[in-house]
Every structure is written in C-alpha cells, then in structure tokens.
C-alpha cells in the first residue's frame, strides 16, 4: 500500500518535470515585456492618448528643468524692468511681457512647477485616505463603520468642491500649501465612493468568502484580495483627476488664494493680464492657452490609461 | 348610463390594467420608499454640512471677536461681543447656539456689510438663481438638442465639432471663458451687453421674485425685459457652455449606442414609424446617462458661479460669498455654503427623482440603489 503509494507520487513528479521541461522557455523578463507591448498598444489604439502623453512628458520635463530652458529665469521671481514692460509677442519675447517687463512663456513655465507639484501633493495625500476608507467601508458593509464612514463623504459630496475648498482656503492664510489642504480635504470622498462601490460587490465574491473561510484575517483580506480589484479604476480616475487639480488650483490663485506673487501661477496670470485687456491680450490669453492645454494633455493620458488597464482588448472604448 | 355602454367601459379598462400595470398607478410603493428614503438621507447631509461649515468657521487662526470688530476695538468691546456671541462657552455649545439661530434664519451680522447675512442672502440670491436658472435652461435644451443632432447626422462635420467642443469644455476653465468671452463681446464684437444687470437709465422693475428678467415680464414691461434680457445673456452663456458639450456628447453617445439594440430594430420590423422611434423610444432610455450627470452640472453651475459673477460685475449672491471670503467674513460665509449646499442637495434629490421616473429599473424595481 504504502510502496504503491510511493510509486504514484513519483510518477507524478517525472510527470510534472516532464512538463516543465516541455513548456515554452517564457523567462520572468519576458513575460513582462509581452505585457508591457499589449498595454502599450492598448495606450496607443487612441492616438489622442499618444498626444496627451507627449504633452504631459513636455510639462514635467520643462517644470523640471525650467532653470535651464527658460529664455529669462531671473523673471520667475521678483525681477522689474519697465524698459520692456507691456510688450507684445517678439522674437525676443515669444509671448510678450507683463506690466512689470517680464517674460511671459518663462512665467507660465515656471509656473508648471507649482501646479504640477499641487496636483501630485493633493492626490498622494487624498488617494490613499480616500481608497482605505472606501474599501473598510465596502468591506465592513452594514455596521456603524459603514454609515458613519459614507455619511460623511455624502456630506463632503454635498457641497461643490471647489465652494468648499475656496472656504476653507479663504479663512486660512493664502499660500500655495493651505490651497493643497483645502484642496485635498475636498478630494478624498470622490475616491471612498469610488472604491465603496467595487469594494462592497468584491466582498460576496467567491475568492473573498473563500479567503476568510481558510482563516485569512481581516488585514490580508482588504489589502491582499479587495485592494488589488479597485486599483485599475483608482490608477484611471487619478490620472483624470490631475487635469481637474490642476484646474481647481488654477481657480484658487486666479482669486489670490493659490501661490503668491512673486512666485508665478497660471491663475494669476490671467487674472492680472486681465486688467489689462483688451489692449495687452497676450498678458491673458497665453496663461489661458497654457491652462487649457495642461487640463487636455492630462485628459488625454487619462483616457489613455484607462484604455490600457481595462479588461478585453479596449475595441469598444 | 346604459347596461351595456359600462360593460364595455369596464372591459376595455379590465384588459388596459393588465397589459401596462404601472401605467396609471404611477409611483410604486417601492418608489414612494425610494423617495423618503432619499428625503431622510439628505436631512443627515445637511445636517453634516452644518457641522462641517461649523468647524471651518472656527479653526480660523486668531481671536473671532478681534476679527470681527477690528484692530481698534477696546478690550470692554470685544468682552462683550464674546459675551454677545457665545464665544466663551465650549465648542458643542457654541455650535448648538449657532444651529438654533440658523435654524430660525438668523446667521448672525455680516462684518463686512454690518447687516443681518439673511438679509444680505435674500437680496443677492434671486440674481444668481436667476442666472442658474437660464444656465441651465440653456444647458438642457442645448445638450439635448445638440445631442441629437450630433447622434442623427453620425461622422458628420457637427458630430466633430460637438466633439472637439466637449473635448474644449473639459478643458477651459469657467474663468478663462468668462474672461475670453467678456473679451469678445466687449470689445472685438459688442452686439450684447456684458456688465451688470440693467443699462443705465432703465429703471429695475418691481421687486416681486427678485430676477429682473420674470419681474419686468410680470408687469408687462417688455423693453425692460429685454435689456435684462441681454444682460444676463454672456454670464449664463459662460456659466452652461462647458458642461452643454458635454452633455451633449453623452446624450450623442447613448443614442449612437441603442440605436444598434435589438428592440428597435423590432420595432421598425412592426413598422412603428421612424420619428416615434426616434422622439420616443430612442430618445428616452438615452437620456439617463445624461440626465445624472446634469445634475451634476446644474449644482456645478452655482459653485462656478462664484467666479463669474464677480468676472461680470453681476451682484449675485455668489459675488457676495466671494467678497465674504476675501474679507474673511465667517458669517456670511457659513451662510453662503450652508445656502449653496442646501440648493446642491435638492437639485439631487431632484435629479434622482427624474432619474427614477425615466428608468422604470428603478421605478418598478424597488429602488436598489
């Protein structure tokens, strides 16, 4: 019995190396190049997705190195020359300058920087906050943690973000740091609901019930099984969402309660160009320009990426 | 009435019961508990936001009864105001003295204007209601007429340009608009007035509701219904713009895809003429994407209203919110966000209600959501 025994469970290891040994040579690396070409194909079934990332890696890599690709990086700051004040577009000056003589596109790029840092802070605070909750609350359905957890995001939800946010901003003292507070303190409940939704349908599934029937705890169960199933939605409404942080940024300093002067913001610009309209257009219309083409560069990757981590080969999309 | 007649009568209405049940019913019960439902959730809502408005009033840093009387004031004045105000009592109670007093419609005396902010808000609100209502108005007929265009003319010249402009409307921010659009009409091409809400000379009509636009037309004074008229045109326009291409495009885009449904293709096999599809059993399912999302947008409108109204000079309630803001006028403040979420909440309630009646899974199916 027992001898037979033996025999069987080595029959079934010659099978299993047997088996191996014919499989294709897929190496790790491998495997994960094959991927990588599918989502970039994915990406790229939509060409605007192509464009919006082009755009996106222009913006950062200009913020970044705005020091050294900027015609005038001395105008960023606090920097005056009324000799060439209000002048329009030139070759010397690519988009003109603004009342105090300073170069419009090296402000607008600088100006990059606080937005861009504005939108990562926000959402690298908000998103974590927003997607633990939503998954406790999903996951803890029908106790008080639920109702208390989703009745304060309805009453977040309740009231337009940016009313709340310019709020909260207004009563502080207007920096760009108080701006990110009241910004993020706007944004976690749009994630807890989100993620409640996928979270609460994940935990009648047959791979939860079965995890907690063989023992897994609580911890493993929200952060090794739920998590992993919200994140493709949680990654695309992100990448979206920087275009919209942005956006609202944009508003909090076109009414002074962003960035403050010296230090330029695309909101400010406009709103500052505009009381020289319509004479000094360029002063306006350039920051207006540089905004709108930040807000569809992200739009754009967004869609992109939601493409690229929806299940099925993205035809419909 | 004859025998016969109400037989007749009384079998005719026997079969129309049993063919369309719900048809004359109306709300279900499940429904009518979807509403109170609703109804209840949303006390708790305001009651939340309350709290919340609460505390950022008072994480202000800095003494609130300094704040509000000013450098100057003596040290006797500012004993008082806390002792006026409730200040020295702890924070729950301060809260439960502030929610008796808003509850009866007292949000206390505006610092910036030294008047009653209820008094402040009944002035202002009735112009920005008056231009949210033309927003969305506008907003509504525009997107579904623009969507169904766009879906009946498919890869047509209009069907791009409804889609480059929802692509722009996603991207232009109600402040950037409002600027180009003063820009335009303004100064490059001035067929329409763009500041304030009269031109000069015209006397305002009769305050019955508040909005110049109904009032004048009440009293029959049509060329002052007119020049309100025109005047309220630019900011509603920059108001609704964004969001009506963006309806436009989902309303477009559900159509395009029922019209591929088996039903109608049905439908047409029975020869149920093509208008009727289009008008009544297409358009219909079509609008509920769209019709949740506007909803969205209509309670979108009132907070980028805010930017607006201060850009064309219109003294709404919003202007007057931004101005508190600015002058860190907490009363007023408070009272602005509790009016505007109040609004915010009713228009959704609104919204799924309409949602509800368009979509018989939730009418007649007991509500899930």
Known sequence: ?317 | MDAGGSRIVHTSFFYRSQEIPHKKSGLSMNFKKFILNRLLLSIVVIFGLSIVIFCIARIVPGDPARMALGATATEHALETFRAENHLKEPLPMQYVYWIKGVLTGDFGISTMTKRPVIQDMMEFLPATLEVVILAAVFLVLGSIFLGRLAAKHKDSVLDAAVRVFSYAGVAIPGFVLAVLLLLLFGYVWPIIPVLGRLSHGIAAPPGITGMYTLDSLLSGNFSTFGDAFLHILTPALALCAGGMFQEARLVRNAMTENMGKDYLAAMEGYGVPKRLIMNKYLFKPSLIPAVSCMGMDIAALMSNAFLIEVIFGWPGISKYGMNAMLAKDLNAISGVILIFGTIFVVINIIVDIIVAYLDPRIRLGGGKQ
């Not at chain 1, 190049?33 to 989502?39: E, I, M, S, V």
């Not at chain 1, 010397?92 to 840092?117: K, P």
């Not at chain 1, 507070?181 to 409940?189: K, N």
């Open chain 1, 1 to 317: 019995m027992i001898k037979s025994r033996d025999a069987e469970i080595k029959k079934a290891l010659a099978y299993e190396a047997k088996r191996q040994e014919e499989r294709p040579v897929t190496s790790n690396f491998q495997k994960h190049l094959d991927n990588l070409k599918k989502a970039g194909h994915k990406f790229f079934r939509n060409k605007l997705s192509g464009v919006g990332l082009a755009v996106v890696l222009l913006i950062i890599f200009s913020a970044i190195f705005a020091n050294y690709i900027t015609p005038y990086p001395i105008h960023a700051g606090a920097y005056v020359d009324f000799a060439h004040s209000n002048q329009p577009p030139s070759a010397q000056f690519l988009l003109g300058t603004d009342n105090m003589g300073r170069d419009i596109l090296t402000r607008i790029i600088f100006s990059f920087r606080g937005a861009l840092y504005m939108a990562v802070l926000v959402l690298a605070i908000s998103v974590p906050v927003g997607v633990f909750l939503g998954i406790l609350g999903g996951y803890l359905k029908g106790t008080i943690v639920d109702t208390l957890i989703m009745r304060i995001t309805d009453v977040f939800l309740s009231v337009p973000a940016l009313l709340l946010a310019l709020a909260v901003a207004s009563v502080l003292k207007p920096n760009l740091t108080n701006a990110m507070m009241a910004v993020t303190l706007m944004w976690w409940p749009w994630y807890t609901r989100l993620v409640y939704g996928m979270a609460t349908s994940c935990r009648n599934e047959n791979f939860v019930i079965s995890a907690g029937l063989i023992g897994a705890g609580k911890a493993h169960i929200i952060f090794k099984e739920i998590l992993p199933n919200c994140l493709s939605a949680v990654f695309t409404k992100m990448a979206l969402d920087v275009g919209w942080v942005i956006l609202i940024g944009a508003t909090l300093s076109y009414v002074g309660l962003g960035e403050q002067p010296p230090t330029p913001s695309l909101g400010q610009m406009v709103s500052d160009g505009a009381r020289y309209l319509p004479d000094s257009w360029w002063m306006t219309v350039f920051p207006s320009i540089a905004i709108i083409i930040i807000i569809l560069g992200f739009n754009f990757m967004g869609d992109g990426i939601g493409d690229m981590l929806s299940k099925g080969d993205g035809k419909d999309a």
